[in-house]
């Protein structure tokens, strides 16, 4: 089943930046929703564990989670719930709750993030990712790896 | 014993500040580098910054040092000196290419941090300020912890209006109060922008949900000014210079000094009340 629940996509695309505030979530939100918009079936993987913006982005932060057989079932959002979303900010109990994890407890969440979601089928699976270049950056690439990620987008701003 | 190494090293640091924000991109190496700018106009006093933001130091490039080496000597590495009285010291310093990607994981970044607190000789320091990466995570949980063998002033809280960065800064308040670290109190930055040539005010971020002004109100937290957007910090920034003496006129520094003139004070009094208790 862990090969399973990321046998079903077939793109995963990494949205990235070492800078933070930059517009990485709204590029990933944004993004999501043009290609849902251009037909296609979309996810978005929300890895930023610290400060996980895509639920208020896609108004769902009042959402909770639960598991089928297969895993973590994503909440479904957008216009027509079709855009399947997961998110660390789910998972709080209460929103201003900071996660103050050290690095391996972070590096065991990803993981479980990666595999462990009933994405379904789907042509894109967006992953938004937090500021910098640590344990979320290297946990989730090498969590990804076997399977079919097609590439990262970067994002900056002018200064 | 390592607690002791620390303590001995901090001892002569007076006031110690942590600039956080749970949000990235609000301005926390912004308002350090103004801040260390700020207090360091008086001569007498000697400020440090140190920049702990392991994967994207910005310090070295806004305080105009970019491509300076750190140097060691019997009594420990050297700080890098923007001004006799202002040093500074970041990962940056030590990266070979200025392109270098430091892609470590929590254990080795806590290391790296605490070998600064251990082994930078900063002399006597009236103002130590620390700039943090953005999050609530290990560089955050270790430099309270080492920083506890001295003790912290307090937090200065960065955020910029809209309820995406609040959502992020909540979040970091909290975490001052579980790790018991006082908030000096909140700096909004980016709050509006005034037309250089018509004067008229747009908010560029608007505070959709009552801005820094309202969350400090429902968390009983200090709000320390609002900073208008300029984009002469940005450019100050890029050029390594300090925004304050190049745009001396602008509101966004009188906003700024307000602000550090605050900070001060808080700092002073916290001193006052320390020798009573003892």
């Known amino acids: 089943t862990e090969r399973a629940n990321l046998a079903g996509v077939q793109h995963i695309l990494l949205v990235l930046s070492g800078k933070g505030g930059v517009g990485k979530s709204t590029l990933s939100t944004e993004l999501?929703?043009?290609?849902?918009?251009?037909?296609?079936?979309?996810?978005?993987?929300?890895?930023?564990?610290?400060?996980?913006?895509?639920?208020?982005m896609l108004r769902v932060q009042d959402s909770a989670v639960h598991q089928c057989d297969s895993g973590w079932v994503p909440v479904f959002v957008g216009q027509d719930k079709a855009i399947a979303l997961m998110s660390i900010g789910f998972l709080l109990e209460r929103p201003d709750d900071a996660v103050v994890w050290r690095g391996p407890k972070k590096n065991a969440?990803?993981?479980?993030?990666?595999?462990?979601?009933?994405w379904g089928d789907l042509d894109f699976l967006i992953v938004d990712t937090p500021p910098g270049t640590s344990d979320e950056h290297i946990s989730t690439v090498?969590?990804?790896?076997?399977?079919?990620l097609l590439g990262a987008v970067l994002v900056t701003t002018p200064q | 014993a390592e607690a002791a190494e620390l303590r001995a090293r901090l001892r002569a640091v007076r006031h110690t500040v942590l600039v956080l924000s749970g949000k990235g991109g609000v301005g926390k190496s912004t308002f350090s580098a103004?801040?260390?700018?700020?207090?360091?106009?008086?001569?007498?006093?000697?400020v440090a910054l140190l920049d702990i933001d392991i994967c994207g130091p910005s310090i070295p490039k806004m305080m105009g040092l970019e491509g300076e080496q750190v140097h060691q000597s019997g009594s420990g590495w050297s700080p890098v000196y923007v001004e006799e009285n202002l040093g500074v010291m970041s990962v940056?310093?030590?990266?070979?290419?200025?392109?270098?990607?430091?892609?470590w994981r929590g254990p080795k970044k806590n290391g790296l941090i605490k070998q600064f607190?251990?082994?930078?000789?900063?002399?006597?320091?009236?103002?130590?300020?620390v700039d943090t990466p953005?999050?609530?995570?290990?560089?955050?949980?270790?430099?309270?912890?080492?920083?506890?063998?001295?003790?912290?002033d307090g937090a200065v809280i960065v955020t910029t209006p809209q309820e995406v960065s609040l959502q992020d800064v909540r979040k970091e308040i909290n975490f001052c109060r579980k790790v018991k670290l006082p908030i000096i109190?909140?700096?909004?930055?980016?709050?509006?922008?005034?037309?250089?040539?018509?004067?008229?005010?747009?908010?560029?971020?608007?505070?959709?949900?009552g801005g820094a002004e309202k969350m400090c109100q429902n968390l009983s937290v200090s709000l320390l000014g609002k900073v208008p957007l300029d984009p002469q910090i940005g450019k100050s920034c890029d050029r390594g210079q300090s925004f304050l003496a190049e745009a001396p006129e602008s509101p966004a520094t009188l906003s700024y000094r307000n602000i550090i003139q605050r900070i001060q004070e808080y700092c002073e009094q916290h001193h006052l009340q320390e020798e009573k208790i003892m």
């Open chain 1, 142 to 148: 090498e969590a990804l790896r076997p399977y079919q």
């Open chain 2, 117 to 129: 607190l251990r082994d930078v000789d900063w002399g006597e320091v009236d103002y130590l300020i």
């Open chain 1, 109 to 118: 969440l990803i993981k479980q993030f990666v595999t462990d979601v009933a």
């Open chain 1, 32 to 56: 999501a929703l043009a290609l849902r918009n251009a037909g296609k079936r979309v996810g978005i993987l929300d890895v930023d564990l610290c400060g996980p913006s895509i639920p208020r």
């Open chain 2, 34 to 46: 103004l801040l260390a700018h700020g207090l360091a106009a008086d001569e007498t006093k000697q």
């Open chain 2, 185 to 209: 109190g909140v700096v909004e930055n980016m709050s509006g922008f005034v037309c250089p040539k018509c004067k008229n005010e747009s908010q560029i971020f608007p505070p959709t949900t």
């Open chain 2, 92 to 103: 940056g310093f030590l990266l070979s290419s200025l392109d270098d990607a430091v892609i």
């Open chain 2, 134 to 152: 953005p999050g609530t995570s290990d560089e955050h949980l270790s430099i309270v912890q080492y920083l506890s063998a001295t003790h912290i």
